[in-house]
């Protein structure tokens, strides 16, 4: 009897195949929407233990400093407070739209890369490194140096998993992971006592503070107490590049080719392992680059501690699902997130919501907005239900 | 006469099962450039382990010359990290490797570690069979660990306790099971999402129920099993007062085997996981089957958080799994999604762990390095995915959202 | 159809936020009601990442403010630090907003108060645990809360040696540090030269475990401490220091707690070694309100100004040590002992 061959299951469309279509599909009421139902649902849970999910939220809307958009001029002292809840927004919106780039990257050429924690690590590393080491360089010879070469660790960090992707098809999930555990260890130990990055103090697990030369500079706010540095510019100028690279190249053409089907695009004669390859590296890269600004922008030093309590590369996830991987998209997820994750973290008034609540209520938005996405649980009710009003065919052949 | 020996030597290495005893023999090599560093040999001249490790490599080079690659990589690996960690030993004052190498309190620790793997391993591989990819297996964990110590504290008993510690993973993997087989999401996404969402969740109960603070003096916690065998040499001090949950997960690992890979039960869950097409055509529920399977993994990943609050701890630190559930993932993958296999490289990564924290703490003439120790199994997991020591083979409908026709 | 509806609820709660959200101007109302100047005193305290929950160091700074706060009637602010990254944000945002005395908790700040003394010449700072003569420039406007943990320490290691001294076999004690910090050393030290006055063969085991909330770790220490023979075990660690005494508890030999009184745990803590943070903090902020404040130098709190001390013996313990360490205390006061060391080799 002639068994058929384990023929692989009709593996549906790809990750990145769906969330081009939800793009194409919905344009820009479902990221909205599914930001607002998590919201929703975290206002739910907030309702049900108790507190007053309209005032939590306007509380987590104050920390954000996103009010000093349309200005008090009346209130000289608030008004200064939400120019530094602003600032420090800015600051982690810029370091998540780094990060949010390097998942959108590899999103779009079919693979998830979930070690960006790991390849911001590693780039933060390199940048304290060259920025503690190297004092007597110029100024902007130096920081340009560290940035290249922090760049450049993030995309051999990813690289890594992307050579085990395209040799022995190694899923990038895994190595990715295993990856962002060897970094932080590795980042424990560079900082940690008697490891070679270890600052002055040998009793203190910190590395040394990056030179004054070296720093970014501030044009927004004030430089001791970690003003709006000048890597916003960088971040925006790679939202860029980012669209220029996946629209209007060669390589973007076959990363995104190789995303929708890898076999179609083998047939078509695109080497889909190069492409794995590239799309990691470059993908890391973004998420090096953060690593690099951050040190250089604000951090100026990092210790163990901060090294295990990091999770900008998680919440890039995050940014990067909301947003659709498309350059405008993650642009404002990580306006969102990072307004969030700040307004939630620092920027709240305790007397209003407790900071340590409002910061696991972020994780639960960021959990829900994940897993929205994921299922394009919009997209089928939206599509599903225009369907069905204008009689018109199922969605993608077998997939919906 | 020694030409005589030396041709029957030589006739013996030219034999079809050389390769494989010469690359055993490189392994254990290996084991021993490390093992002759440490007490009770403690050999302080880096030689030996240089030489043994060095010898090990050899014969795992000639082994994997000749074909017995799987062997021969492995003797190499061996041989390599064995003469690392032996020379590293040697840098260590003797006291200290005394102190770190108490062999009982050692093995006892690596259990200890190694019982959430365990259950998260298992579980995971329990849920992968059937085809459904579970790398939220961290945020279960977490959720059993949270609200098994909740339930304790609540309801005056640990058995209630790790029960209710399990149900809240069983909801997550049900959310999860939910999004990945009937809303046919990207499962790895899923995962992530429940993953944060069990962070946001036991976080954000942790600081309005308990402030944040510990969860109370007097929770009931999970007994230790009290064999009376204190005085047997080696056994009494390892495995005389280990906790119950501890036996229970040796217990799990045999019948997870038996009901995997000798029932009928398993059989349908891995017929899901490897052809579910097929499956469906005989008449398996393939959704059901694959509900149970994401809600058994949610239930045991639980259950060993649950053991890390309730009987290890006593209490919840946010966070508190701190990737153990990866390292759950990095095991199952490592034992190749075999029950046993599963279980061996829990009880490996347990044992790096505890190696890793004791040389952290004893080391002073070594300060920090120790910490690197916590990479071992990830790289050993690279390795293997890397497929350098033979295919790594999930379930072939491994990821793959199954659509009834 | 059947969109509108829910898609309709969608949008009346984001108006709903939108409005919650420009009406009432936004900002800090209490900050502008509250003026400089006249008004209660306003302090603030920002904790180290041990945060509020590690039942000793940062809670009682904490209950100094308070206290502060109910008998000396100023207003008083928490700001937790979740990692290193947030000291100088938290300092700076209680600066900022004009508050009268801000205090830091912990040696790992140092650095933290040193930039925000800088940038906020006007404003008064405290640190507990470091030395005002160690920051960087030296700021006039910081205030040391410097203790010597070592006495306390010396006090609680002889009453662990004496309680374990009629045992049959070897005499072991050890401790558990959070990390080789100068305050942590300064108690086993202490500990440690206490443990040998009492009983000069006795033995010493030492062990950091590079974390200040894990539980877990200080526990696994702590278990192989006991492996090793140890039957005191002191938990220098804060909040992962509990993980100590549970272990004591489950393998039953003795613990020894830190900075607060830790007593009420079990009667496995035979005492726990005080420093009365909450009581140099009331102090400093009275200081401030009496107009006394003077920064630019320490306060040095020990066992003779009632700033470090040994907290309730456990119920099981031996009946004679309240009466021989109060005696030994009183030697340390008086000088008869000194030269206590403050580091661990």
Not at chain 1, 95 to 107: E, I, M
Request: charged share 10%; proline share 4%.
């Amino acid at each position: 009897m002639n068994e058929p061959a384990a023929a692989p299951e009709e593996p549906g469309q790809s990750l990145a195949a769906r969330l081009a279509l939800q793009h194409r599909l919905g344009g820009l009421a479902p990221p909205i929407l599914t930001a607002l139902l998590a919201f929703l649902m975290g206002g739910l849970i907030v309702l049900a233990t108790g507190h007053n999910p309209i005032t939590t939220y306007r509380g987590i809307w104050d920390g954000t400093g996103l009010g000093w958009l349309y200005h008090i001029p009346w209130d000289t002292r608030a008004e200064s407070l939400a120019a530094l809840n602003l600032q420090q927004t800015l600051i982690w919106t810029t370091t998540l739209t780094l990060t949010g780039l390097a998942v959108a990257f590899a999103f779009r050429c079919g693979l998830f890369n979930i070690g960006g924690q790991g390849q911001y690590l590693v780039g933060l590393i390199v940048a304290n490194w060259i920025g503690v080491s190297m004092a007597g360089l110029a100024g902007p010879a130096h920081i340009a140096l560290a940035i290249v070469l922090a760049t450049l660790a993030g995309a051999a960090w990813a690289g890594i998993a992307g050579l085990l992707k395209a040799m022995v098809g190694a899923h990038e999930v895994i190595t990715t992971i295993m990856l962002n555990w060897i970094a932080i260890y590795f980042g424990a130990y560079v900082f940690g006592q008697g490891g070679p990055l270890q600052g002055p103090v040998a009793s203190n697990p910190i590395s040394g503070d990056v030179v004054q030369s070296v720093r970014l500079p501030v044009f927004w706010g004030d430089p001791v107490l970690q003003g709006l540095h000048v890597g916003i510019f960088i971040a925006l100028g790679a939202l860029v590049v980012f669209y220029i690279v996946i629209n209007r190249t060669t390589l973007g053409y076959e990363v995104r080719t190789v995303g929708f089907n890898p076999d179609a695009a083998a047939y078509g004669g695109i080497s889909v392992k190069r492409n794995y390859f590239l799309a990691m590296a470059i993908s890391g890269s973004f998420a090096g680059l953060a690593g690099g600004i951050d040190m250089l922008g604000w951090q100026y030093r990092f210790g163990t501690l901060d090294v295990y309590s990091s999770s900008v590369g998680f919440l890039g996830i995050a940014v990067a699902l909301l947003g659709r991987n498309t350059a405008v998209g993650t642009g404002i997820a990580a306006l969102v997130f990072g307004a969030l994750f700040y307004g939630t973290t620092h920027g709240i008034d305790p007397n209003v919501f407790k900071p340590e609540l409002a910061g696991n209520l972020t994780s639960m938005v960021q959990g829900l907005v994940v897993l929205f996405v994921g299922a394009d649980v919009l997209i089928l009710y939206v599509w599903g239900l225009r369907r069905k009003k204008l009689r018109m065919p199922r969605l993608g052949g077998r997939g919906v | 006469m020694t030409a005589g020996a030396a041709g029957a030597v030589g006739a013996g290495l030219r034999s079809e099962r050389a390769p494989v005893y010469v690359g055993a023999a490189g392994i254990v090599l290996g084991a021993l450039s490390f093992w002759v560093t440490l007490p009770p040999v403690t050999a302080r001249y880096p030689a030996w382990p240089i030489v043994l490790g060095a010898a090990a490599a050899a014969a795992g080079a000639f082994a994997a010359w000749r074909g017995a690659r799987r062997v021969g990589i492995s003797a190499i690996t061996v041989g390599v990290l064995g003469a690392a960690l032996g020379i590293l030993a040697t840098h260590s004052s003797v006291s200290n490797l005394v102190q770190v190498f108490t062999w009982s309190s050692l093995l006892a620790s690596m259990f200890v570690f190694a019982t959430p793997l365990t259950y998260a391993a298992i579980g995971g591989m329990v849920s992968e069979r059937s085809g459904v990819v579970n790398i939220g297996l961290e945020g279960m964990m977490l959720m059993g660990a949270f609200w098994g110590i909740y339930g304790a504290e609540k309801t005056g008993s640990w058995v209630l306790g790790v029960l209710i510690g399990m149900l809240a993973g069983g909801l997550l993997a049900v959310i999860h099971a939910y999004f990945s087989i009937h809303l046919r999401a990207d499962q790895i996404v899923s995962g992530m999402g429940m993953n944060f969402l069990a962070v946001g969740i036991t976080g954000y109960f942790f600081v309005q129920l308990y402030h944040g603070e510990n969860v109370g003096a007097n929770v009931p916690r999970i007994p230790d099993l009290n064999l009376h065998i204190k005085d047997v040499y080696f056994l009494g001090p390892t495995f005389g007062h280990l906790n119950l949950m501890i036996w229970i997960g040796f217990l799990v690992v045999a019948l997870s085997y038996v009901v995997v890979f000798k029932t009928p039960v398993g059989l349908r869950i891995r017929s899901c996981g490897e052809h579910p097409r097929a499956a469906d055509t005989v008449g398996i529920n393939v959704y059901a089957v694959r509900y149970g399977a994401v809600i058994t993994s949610g239930l045991l990943a639980a259950a060993g958080g649950a053991y890390l609050s309730v009987g290890f701890v006593g209490t919840f630190n946010e966070n508190m799994t701190a990737g153990r559930g990866f390292i759950a993932l990095a095991a199952m993958i490592f034992g190749n999604w075999r029950p046993f296999g599963a279980f061996g490289a829990a009880l490996l990564f347990g044992f790096s762990a505890a190696l890793a924290f004791k040389m952290q703490v004893y080391d002073a003439s070594l300060p920090g390095i120790a910490v690197l120790i916590n990479i071992l199994p990830y790289v050993l997991t690279l390795i293997a995915v890397a497929g350098v020591i033979g295919r790594s083979t999930p379930p072939a409908a491994d990821g793959r959202p199954y659509k009834k026709q | 159809m059947r969109l509108i509806r829910p898609l309709s609820v969608v949008l009346v709660l984001v108006l709903a936020l939108a409005a919650a959200g420009c009406g009432g101007g936004g900002g800090d109302k209490k900050s502008a009601t509250s003026t400089q100047g006249v008004g209660p005193l306003r302090v603030g305290l920002v904790t180290d990442t041990g945060q509020l929950n590690d039942r000793g160091f940062n809670q009682l700074a904490y209950q100094g403010l308070l206290r502060a706060e109910k008998i000396l009637g100023v207003k008083g602010r928490v700001l937790e630090s979740p990692s290193p990254a947030d000291y100088v944000p938290n300092l700076s945002t209680l600066a900022r907003q004009g508050y009268d005395l801000v205090v830091a908790v912990g040696f790992d700040q140092a650095a933290a108060v040193a930039k925000a003394a800088a940038a906020f010449p006007n404003t008064r700072f405290a640190i507990i645990d470091v030395s005002q003569g160690d920051l960087q420039d030296k700021p006039k406007n910081v205030r040391g809360l410097v203790f010597r943990e070592q006495e306390a320490g010396y006090l609680a290691g002889y009453a662990a040696a004496l309680q374990i001294k009629s045992t049959p076999g070897p005499h072991v004690i050890s401790t558990v540090g959070g990390e080789k910090q100068p305050p942590v050393d300064r108690y086993i030290a202490g500990y440690q030269a206490g443990a040998k006055a009492a009983d000069p063969t006795i033995r010493l085991l030492n062990g950091y475990s590079q974390d200040w909330v894990d539980q877990a770790k200080c526990k696994e220490l702590a278990l192989s401490q006991i492996a090793a023979g140890s039957q005191v075990v002191f938990a220098v660690a804060g909040g992962c220091g509990l993980g100590v005494l549970d272990a004591a508890k489950e393998k039953k030999v003795w613990a020894v707690g830190v900075d607060a009184d830790q007593g009420y745990l079990g009667r496995q803590v035979l005492t726990s070694a005080l420093k009365k943070v909450d009581q140099a903090v009331f102090l400093t902020i009275q200081d401030v309100k009496d107009g006394t404040f003077v920064g630019g130098a320490d306060s040095v709190f020990g066992l003779d100004k009632d700033g470090v001390g040994l907290g309730a013996f456990s119920k099981i313990s031996k009946p004679s040590l309240p009466r021989v360490v109060a005696k030994v205390r009183r030697q340390i006061i008086s000088g008869v002992i000194k030269n206590l060391p403050t580091t661990v080799s």
